[in-house]
């Protein structure tokens, strides 16, 4: 059952039905079908025969079905094709006759046909209705841009629409004309040499001559078989019907293998059609529930609806904060906006600069609510550049966010294993205004240049920062738990991890500017961010269709390049010190946020949690900060099996934090005494799905090459099984073996290779690593970096001795791997000698095995 919503008509409900040939007609049931909605459509087999829809005969279903439709109260009509839709032939006759019907109510569109279709898979034949007006269906367009045209128009500045530019910009408001004049000149450009061209239909498979005649003989086998229902006729109809399927599946695989034989990961094809059988098909987004309204059907209602739901994100928490506290902020912000900034002014930008930052726009983005296209921006000549430049330099100068570029595109990408009838389950994605972007990142230098001259952010927070990385993260905290672990008197660890609600998109707006003026940031620098953040707008898109404009109350700009180093520094006053008094060490990435403390003691380990959570809920509420208890964890690390001296529970806003034996950090799978078989099982299976998912372009009969295959290989596969191995590297062999039957496998899927070819020779032939001696390599380098790392938290996180012998209890660390010795795959094949200049040549392995005794 559905629901269509058309323009100029009401919705029509659209259901299936069928009634068995032995079961009464029940008047009651048809009319709460009918009662589903104003206009109903009821389709099927109601094995209802009468004359008066084209029917042989007349049945006591037919006969109920025709009186019912007298009834006023019904109101109702049935509709059938001319043609039988069941066919069925006995020995002595044909009874085949009109078994599918139509039953509308309410529906006033023309009936412009119904007809039986020739479809011969089954006795029941499809029906085609069509109902409405002549169709007046537009060919499906796309737009093309004459690029070598454009790049000719672009270097003329006498264009009429430069003409409303000023001719001096030392001005906020003559910048603001400037910028839009420029933007209506790029954009009537590109409407200039822009044009609409129909999308090439979809190509229909060019059948040989021996498949069309073998498809007339099937159907010629099937209508026999409808008249003279026989054995013979039977068996002859299914052996064509298979021979049919056989020969399309082999033509099929003629045309790909033929196409993947051409790929070369330097074509763009190649890694298209890698993501589009990893990520699958993307769905259109359903019918969306509404709070007190009915389900949003048409592209407008669900962009209205799913704007509705981004708006109430984007909010000011609604949790209770101190007036005092308020009224002290907006004075102080308020204050700072009527005062006259005091310092140098902001440092202009340049010709160089504004060049850099546009040759490292990505040119494939999608362009924002102004339709320019990073491709075009890249194309502007240096005319244009240094017009841009000087628009720059006034808005800096009066340090002043245009509006124009505050206007957003947002779009809605459905989250992994969300249900798709929910708003909340789709993550917005901001397409900006192409000029905006690049102001954004002269502001970005400007302000990352003060931060790191200044060493303002925490060294606890490496979300976002240069040199930092979510393994960064998580390596610090496990080394804190290994080192509890290895000591004579074994210390556990306690461990809480904060869920965040909607960080991004509740950040105080006055709250935000009030902290980066005490964070000493200049007056100017600290004005523009707060006129950056005013005012901004976005509109909802949904299958090409705009809600209306809505504005954003609270949060940082979602796609914005400015919004992370700005998240940061608004969290960068957490009360780290009063942890520290503690003894508890917090972890920041952004706005995943983690307390762990080490005793020996569990009780002291509870109090410790307790006491600084309750000053971070404090700090929270304090900064509008909403934190979910309910989904927040708390973990108990430990290295015994069964320890029984687990502490109380953890507390935050009355809510209890429960204790978990698990938990995911930065996307690596914690357990309770860190042996890491949770994340290698969790991370196996996936590599595993998405190598299912690559089977159409490695297997064995696929004519690309092997060494295409390993390449798309090592960058879909393995960067899943090796993410975060600097961590879980010190686990014991077997589960890192159970990562390195997905190589095997792939190695084997790729070659086809028979059963007595061994996985040693295959890693040789191939060139390359085990997945341990690759892990091996990963965890050196990365521990070679972290030891010279300028923050001081990551380079004490690789200061330890690694002899086991000075460790009562030998735990093993993560340093640990560089001295293991070889796996069995990398000691049978050494590393070739240097001097050898003979090329490598992989060898063919043939789909089809061979006698052992011919193998070398």
């Not at 323009?7 to 049931?29: C, F, M, N, R, W």
């Not at 060049?355 to 194309?379: T, W």
């Not at 240094?386 to 990408?413: H, R, Y």
């Not at 904060?498 to 003026?517: E, S």
Request: net charge positive; hydrophobic share 40%.
């Amino acid at each position: 059952m559905c629901q269509v919503s058309l323009t100029g008509h009401q919705p029509i409900t659209i259901a299936s039905v069928y009634l068995s040939p032995d079961k009464p007609l029940v008047e009651s049931d048809v009319r709460s079908l009918l009662a589903m909605s104003n206009s109903v459509i009821l389709a099927g087999d109601l094995n209802a025969k009468h004359p008066h829809w084209n029917s042989r005969v007349s049945n006591r279903h037919g006969i109920q079905l025709d009186l019912m439709t007298s009834l006023p109260s019904l109101g109702f009509d049935v509709i059938a094709p001319a043609t039988p839709t069941r066919f069925e032939v006995r020995m002595t006759n044909d009874i085949s006759d009109v078994l599918d019907i139509a039953i509308l109510k309410g529906v006033t569109l023309v009936l412009r046909s119904i007809e039986t279709l020739p479809e011969l898979d089954s006795d029941h034949r499809p029906v085609l209705i069509q109902l409405g007006p002549d169709p007046q269906l537009a060919l499906p367009t796309k737009v093309v841009t004459d690029w070598r045209r454009l790049d000719e128009l672009l270097q003329s500045v006498d264009a009429p629409t430069l003409s409303d530019i000023p001719d001096r910009i030392d001005t906020v408001e003559a910048a603001e004309t400037a910028a839009n004049g420029l933007t209506s000149h790029i954009k009537s450009l590109i409407n200039e040499c822009s044009r609409e061209v129909p999308i090439r239909p979809y190509e229909r498979m060019d059948l040989p001559d021996d498949l069309k005649a073998l498809i007339r003989r099937k159907n010629a086998a099937i209508r026999a078989h409808d008249r003279y229902p026989t054995d013979a006729n039977r068996r002859l109809r299914w052996a064509l019907l298979r021979e049919v399927k056989a020969r399309f599946a082999e033509l099929r695989e003629d045309r790909d293998s033929k196409r993947f034989g051409e790929l070369a990961p330097s074509h763009v094809a190649y890694w298209a059609l890698a993501r589009a059988l990893r990520r699958g098909a993307t769905d259109p987004i359903p019918p969306l529930v509404r709070p007190n309204l009915p389900p949003a059907l048409d592209d407008l209602d669900k962009a209205e609806c799913l704007a509705d739901s981004l708006e109430s994100q984007c909010s000011p928490s609604s949790q209770p904060v101190d007036p005092e506290h308020l009224l002290k902020v907006d004075s102080e912000v308020n204050r700072l906006a009527a005062s006259p900034p005091t310092g140098d002014p902001l440092s202009p930008t340049t010709v160089e600069e504004v060049e850099s930052i546009i040759k490292s726009l990505h040119a494939k983005k999608a362009p924002g609510p102004d339709l320019i296209s990073n491709k075009a921006i890249k194309r502007l000549p240096h005319q244009l550049v240094l017009l841009l430049v000087m628009i720059f330099n006034a808005l800096l100068a009066g340090c002043s966010f245009p509006d124009q570029w505050k206007e957003a595109t947002v779009i809605g990408i459905r989250k992994v294993g969300k249900p798709g009838n929910l708003p909340t389950s789709y993550r917005p994605i901001s397409l900006l205004n192409a000029l905006g972007k690049i102001y954004e990142r002269i502001i970005l230098a400007r302000l990352r240049a003060i931060v790191e001259a200044n060493s303002i952010l925490i060294n606890e927070q490496f979300g976002f920062r240069a040199g930092h990385s979510c393994v960064h993260q998580v390596h610090r905290i496990t080394e804190h738990i290994l080192a509890g672990f290895s000591l004579s008197k074994a210390r556990v660890t306690g461990a809480l991890f904060f869920d965040v609600a909607k960080a991004f998109d509740k950040v105080w707006h006055n709250g935000l500017i009030y902290k980066l003026h005490k964070l000493g940031l200049p007056d100017r620098l600290v004005l523009l961010i707060r006129d950056y953040l005013s005012n901004r707008t976005f509109r909802y898109r949904v299958e090409g269709t705009l809600s209306s404009p809505r504005t954003l109350r609270a949060g940082v700009p979602q796609g914005s390049c400015l919004s992370p180093l700005l998240y940061s520094l608004y969290t960068n006053d957490i009360p780290i010190k009063f942890a520290e008094r503690k003894s508890v060490k917090m972890a920041l990435y952004a706005d995943d946020t983690a307390l762990f403390t080490s005793s020996d003691r569990p009780d002291l380990i509870s109090s410790r949690l307790q006491s600084v959570t309750d000053a971070l809920g404090d700090w929270f509420r304090t900064w509008r900060i909403e934190i979910n208890p309910d989904k927040s964890t708390a973990v108990f690390f430990t290295k015994v099996l069964n320890y029984r001296g687990r502490p109380d529970e953890i507390t935050l806003y009355g809510t209890p934090i429960k204790w978990s034996d698990q938990v995911t950090y930065l996307g690596v799978t914690l357990d309770r005494r860190l042996t890491f078989r949770k994340h290698i099982i969790r991370v196996r299976n996936k590599a595993a799905f998405v190598l299912s998912r690559l089977h159409y372009m490695i297997n064995g009969k696929s004519k690309m090459s092997l060494r295409n295959k390993t390449t798309l290989y090592k960058t879909c596969v393995r960067p899943i099984l090796t993410y975060g191995c600097p961590v879980f590297a010190r686990c014991e062999p077997g589960l890192l073996q159970k990562l390195q039957v997905i190589q095997n496998r792939f190695l084997r899927k790729a070659t086809a290779s028979p059963w007595y070819i061994r996985n040693i020779d295959l890693h040789r032939d191939f060139e390359i690593d085990s997945i341990a001696k690759h892990i091996k390599s990963i965890a050196a380098n990365y521990f070679e970096k972290a030891r010279n790392h300028p923050n001081p938290l990551i380079a004490q996180s690789c200061v330890y001795n690694t002899l086991r012998g000075n460790f009562k209890n030998r735990c093993r660390r993560p340093l640990h791997v560089l001295t293991d010795p070889d796996d069995p795959i990398t000691l049978a094949n050494p590393p070739p000698e240097r001097h050898s200049t003979q090329p490598h040549h992989t060898p063919h392995y043939s789909p089809t095995p061979s006698p052992p005794t011919e193998t070398t």
